[in-house]
């Protein structure tokens, strides 16, 4: 394995964490509530919970992050790397619905347990973290060694 260091970011990798480690603690500190991606949209969309405007408010914020970067001029090029595979958006859509309702399933979600739970030294977390650093590993090894992709 060889480190692409032309694209090596350490820095903006720091500062991205640090702005979710603040959005966390403010979420936390702000409502009591733990910034799970997965039970946030979820009782928002499937439970219509009555205390649906902050959790409204900080889904737009995860997707309009994102959108007003790539309108700001996309700085530091960081969505230049696009999918090139046809029907990746479709695939990558599709894997994305299936890994969140699966989180739902299982009522935890991987910015839930390896942001805030960790955070807080939950034993469900300690558990469920590694749990998804071997599934993905794992995943990752079959598609590339063993599927050949």
């Not at 977390?125 to 599934?135: E, H, I």
Request: net charge positive.
């Amino acid at each position: 394995m060889t480190i692409d260091f032309n694209h090596f970011t350490p820095w903006d990798a720091l500062l991205g964490g640090l702005l979710i480690g603040l959005a966390t603690a403010f979420l936390f500190l702000g409502t009591g509530r733990v910034a799970g991606v997965s039970g946030i949209f979820g009782k928002l969309v499937c439970d219509r919970a009555p205390d649906s405007g902050w959790r409204f408010a900080f889904l737009a914020g995860l997707v309009g992050s994102g959108l007003l970067w790539s309108l700001l001029g996309n700085p530091q090029g960081v969505f230049q790397q696009g999918f090139e595979t046809p029907g990746a958006w479709a695939l990558f859509s599709v894997a994305g619905l299936l890994a969140g309702f699966g989180a739902r399933m299982a009522n935890g979600c991987t910015s839930g347990h390896g942001v805030c739970g960790l955070a807080r030294l939950s034993g469900r977390s300690l558990v469920a973290v590694p749990c998804f650093m071997l599934g993905g590993g794992l995943a990752v090894y079959l598609i590339r060694h063993v599927l050949g992709g």
